[in-house]
């Protein structure tokens, strides 16, 4: 497919490390990308001072200002609603107007989330939109969805997560048949709460995806499925305890390699290695977690992130565009709607052939 120039709007002012992280972060992206133009929402004057000095092509650059951040302590909903000026609200915006096809934002979860329904808006026929992230494993990468969206879902939501997350890992990862496995506390089928075991035969049934039964969380990181899904608290609490136990593996790695000479001998044996493996482990490689489900694209970074991760969120998001996964999720979407409803009328039809 040919490249097309992919507007993005990216909120300035998310993120621990903002303004100066997302600025850097976007002169980057340019250039790495020269088919992509971006938008910098937030306070006009400390853009400006970051961007002074800086190396980068003017004409694929437009500061959008806005005069009001929200932060991570507010309430999403009403910060949305008041803050109609803020650097999140503004860039979004500018994606529902079709001005920008794409959002990205290190900022409040709560807040791009909410803001993303309300202001851009979900695809006909998704029921809930969901939070989508990347995560490193033994064998690749596996999709985790939801992880912040759906604090409460149905069963069919979740299968709906199974499909937007298979098309994801197909047409965006290039994984042919991906597999989709159900986050449970046990394999067998009997086990889980009330939303897992009603969950499981609707997915066992779902046509459009490779079930593979339940998947227990300390199978993860072993490559047990491409797509895990579950609902955004179990989901959200599975991610947070990832990203704390590789933490602490790499810290107890660091203090056992430079405990002694002995062990600091041996770390200058295998540094190299070691270094190779745990590349694969870097998250910033994955950019940030797309919300599948919108009627335009939605990347919430990580809010500790970098320059070279609001790049990568950047470059991801216009790979994103590139492939038009939303137009496939709007296809498989309507597709699953439409045979629905002739089902649901062969059954109507049934019923009345059998009256007498």
Same mark, same amino acid.
């Given at each position: 497919?040919?490249?097309?120039?992919?507007?993005?709007?990216?909120?300035?002012? @998310?993120?621990?490390?903002?303004? @100066?992280?997302?600025?850097?972060?976007?002169?980057?992206?340019?250039?790495?990308?020269?088919?992509?133009?971006?938008?910098?929402?937030?306070?006009?004057?400390?853009?400006?001072?970051?961007?002074?000095?800086?190396?980068?092509?003017?004409?694929?650059?437009?500061?959008?200002?806005?005069?009001?951040?929200?932060?991570?302590?507010?309430?999403?909903?009403?910060?949305?609603?008041?803050?109609?000026?803020?650097?999140?609200?503004? %860039?979004?915006?500018?994606?529902?107007?079709?001005?920008?096809? %794409?959002?990205?934002?290190?900022?409040?979860?709560?807040?791009?989330?909410?803001?993303?329904?309300?202001?851009?808006?979900?695809?006909?026929?998704?029921?809930?939109?969901?939070?989508?992230?990347?995560?490193?494993?033994?064998?690749?990468?596996?999709?985790?969805?939801?992880?912040?969206?759906?604090?409460?879902?149905?069963?069919?939501?979740?299968?709906?997560?199974?499909?937007?997350?298979?098309?994801?890992?197909?047409?965006?990862?290039?994984?042919? *048949?991906?597999?989709?496995?159900?986050? *449970?506390?046990?394999?067998?089928?009997?086990? @889980?709460?009330?939303?897992?075991?009603?969950?499981?035969?609707? &997915?066992?049934?779902?046509?459009?995806?490779?079930?593979?039964?339940?998947?227990?969380?300390?199978?993860?990181?072993?490559?047990?499925?491409?797509?895990?899904?579950?609902?955004?608290?179990?989901? *959200?609490?599975?991610?947070?305890?990832?990203?704390?136990?590789?933490?602490?593996?790499?810290?107890?790695?660091? *203090?056992?390699? $430079?405990?002694?000479?002995?062990?600091?001998?041996?770390?200058?044996?295998?540094?190299?290695? &070691?270094?190779?493996?745990?590349?694969?482990?870097?998250?910033?490689?994955?950019?940030?977690?797309?919300?599948?489900?919108?009627?335009? &694209?939605?990347?919430?970074?990580?809010?500790?992130?970098?320059?070279?991760?609001?790049? $990568?969120?950047?470059?991801?998001?216009?790979?994103?565009?590139?492939?038009?996964?939303?137009?496939?999720?709007?296809?498989?979407?309507?597709?699953?709607?439409?045979?629905?409803? %002739?089902?649901?009328? @062969?059954?109507?039809?049934?019923?009345?052939?059998?009256?007498?």
């Amino acid at each position: 497919m040919d490249k097309k120039t992919v507007k993005i709007a990216v909120d300035a002012m @998310g993120g621990d490390k903002a303004p @100066g992280a997302v600025i850097q972060g976007c002169v980057d992206a340019l250039a790495a990308d020269k088919d992509i133009f971006i938008y910098l929402t937030g306070d006009e004057a400390l853009l400006k001072r970051g961007l002074s000095g800086l190396s980068y092509d003017e004409d694929r650059l437009e500061i959008v200002p806005s005069t009001e951040v929200i932060t991570n302590e507010e309430h999403p909903a009403f910060a949305i609603k008041k803050k109609r000026n803020s650097s999140i609200v503004i %860039a979004q915006r500018l994606v529902r107007e079709g001005k920008a096809d %794409a959002f990205v934002s290190a900022g409040s979860t709560g807040a791009i989330l909410v803001g993303g329904q309300i202001l851009i808006g979900r695809l006909k026929g998704v029921h809930r939109p969901a939070l989508a992230p990347l995560m490193p494993t033994t064998k690749g990468i596996t999709l985790l969805i939801d992880c912040g969206a759906n604090m409460d879902a149905k069963p069919t939501n979740l299968v709906q997560f199974a499909q937007m997350g298979s098309i994801y890992m197909k047409d965006y990862v290039g994984i042919k *048949n991906p597999t989709v496995g159900i986050l *449970n506390v046990g394999a067998e089928e009997a086990k @889980g709460n009330e939303l897992v075991r009603e969950t499981f035969p609707l &997915l066992k049934e779902c046509q459009d995806i490779n079930f593979i039964g339940s998947v227990e969380a300390r199978d993860i990181p072993l490559g047990a499925a491409d797509v895990v899904v579950t609902d955004a608290f179990a989901g *959200n609490v599975a991610l947070k305890m990832y990203e704390g136990s590789a933490t602490a593996i790499l810290t107890l790695l660091k *203090n056992t390699l $430079t405990s002694s000479l002995k062990t600091k001998i041996g770390a200058a044996l295998i540094i190299k290695d &070691l270094k190779s493996q745990l590349k694969a482990y870097d998250v910033s490689q994955y950019g940030g977690a797309p919300m599948l489900g919108l009627k335009g &694209l939605v990347v919430k970074a990580h809010g500790s992130s970098d320059a070279k991760e609001i790049a $990568t969120a950047i470059g991801q998001a216009a790979a994103f565009i590139r492939k038009d996964i939303i137009g496939k999720i709007s296809e498989a979407v309507s597709g699953e709607k439409e045979r629905t409803e %002739a089902h649901e009328a @062969g059954q109507a039809g049934g019923e009345a052939g059998d009256r007498p």
